[in-house]
């Protein structure tokens, strides 16, 4: 699976901005995808993810840092996983990065297999 993150950019704080993660294979559907975060001399977090097909699909799980701004969401015929990011604020600032992984999804990044590029997102005050 190769991933392309995109939609990062420079928005004022309260502003919005939507990540797109764009997936290669016909398998995409079975994955379950993940955003994180990383900023410089910190360690990669979790941001938001959202389970496979398999078993119950569509589970989301959001940091509690996130929860009631960020949204996730997928769209198997496109191979797509967005993140929609309302509310921002300074702290927001980060490379988002999109992952995948079979099974239930995770929020520990070194069970996420395949790693898309990152893209900067960076949030004014």
């Known amino acids: 699976v190769q991933l392309q993150a995109s939609g990062g950019g420079l928005v004022q704080a309260g502003g919005s901005l939507r990540l797109s993660c764009a997936a290669s294979?016909?398998?995409?559907?079975?994955?379950?995808m993940g955003w994180f975060r990383q900023v410089p001399g910190k360690e990669r977090e979790f941001v938001a993810a959202?389970?496979?097909?398999?078993?119950?699909?569509?589970?989301?799980g959001y940091a509690g840092s996130v929860k009631g701004r960020f949204t996730i969401s997928r769209d198997n015929a496109k191979n797509t996983v967005y993140l929609q990011m309302n509310s921002l604020k300074p702290e927001d600032t980060a490379v988002y990065y999109c992952?995948?992984?079979?099974?239930?999804?995770?929020?520990?990044?070194?069970?996420?297999?395949?790693w898309g590029q990152g893209t900067q997102v960076t949030v004014s005050s």
């Open positions: 959202i389970s496979g097909i398999g078993g119950i699909g569509g589970i989301t």
């Open positions: 294979g016909r398998t995409f559907s079975s994955y379950s």
């Open positions: 992952a995948a992984k079979s099974g239930a999804y995770d929020t520990v990044p070194s069970r996420y297999s395949y």
